[in-house]
């Protein structure tokens, strides 16, 4: 069974502008970790948040969590077509347990 | 440097046969897994590899499955009487577990599809 739960199911944006995605979870965390995946290279980790951060960036990425709300989000600012691919949210309590995704499609 | 490999990238079988699936984790990463993503799904845990012991094998979905790593390097996932329902993406993930579990960051292989016809 899968913990996280990502919304949208799929995102279509516009080069340029930024995309949020959302990630809700059941159960306490040690961190929650974004994932990118797509034909060409696979599933690529992004960033990984600790249950007592609330924010974290790494270039374009934002990414907040709360853990009062059981939820995370993912902001990519200036959105690229090369963004285009799905983002999983992972939570970690004692294993790595994925949800099912967030299809970003960046129009160019 | 060199990624997880894995091999082969595609596998196809017929329902009841036996298979193995290989990877090749990061030179030096200690910690090894493996995950079984179907299609429009995030990837499932199957087994966890700390070294040669399976620190946790609760992911696995029946004693079907079975994963071996005899010398803390290459991993080899053994499933057995293929079943239709087996059919998905292996995807195998290593990394240096230099802190507590589930702090460092994976490095995941290309991963097998499987097919059971």
């Known amino acids: 069974s899968q913990q996280g739960e990502e919304d949208p199911q799929a995102l279509s944006i516009q080069e340029g502008e930024n995309a949020t995605m959302n990630c809700s979870y059941k159960t306490s965390i040690n961190n929650l970790q974004w994932y990118r995946q797509n034909s060409g290279r696979g599933l690529v980790h992004l960033i990984l948040?600790?249950?007592?951060?609330r924010e974290k960036h790494s270039g374009r990425l934002r990414v907040t969590l709360d853990t009062s709300k059981k939820s995370s989000s993912l902001l990519i600012t200036a959105s690229r077509a090369a963004d285009t691919a799905s983002y999983f949210c992972a939570t970690y309590g004692n294993k790595l347990v994925f949800g099912a995704g967030t299809i970003l499609r960046v129009k160019s | 440097g060199a990624g997880v490999s894995q091999t082969p990238s595609n596998k196809v079988t017929e329902k009841g046969k036996y298979v193995e699936l290989r990877c090749d984790p990061i030179s030096g990463h200690t910690a090894l897994y493996w995950y079984r993503q179907s299609l429009g799904q995030g990837p499932e845990f199957l087994i966890y590899?700390?070294?040669?012991?399976?620190?946790?094998d609760s992911g696995l979905p029946n004693d079907r499955f079975f994963a071996v790593r005899p010398e803390g390097s290459v991993s080899t996932l053994k499933i057995q009487r293929t079943e239709r329902g087996d059919s998905a993406v292996y995807l195998c993930?290593?990394?240096?577990?230099?802190?507590?579990?589930?702090?460092?960051?994976?490095?995941f292989g290309p991963g097998t599809r499987l097919t059971v016809l």
């Open positions: 590899f700390q070294g040669t012991g399976a620190a946790d």
């Open positions: 993930a290593s990394s240096l577990q230099r802190g507590p579990p589930g702090t460092d960051t994976q490095y």
């Open positions: 948040i600790r249950s007592n951060e």
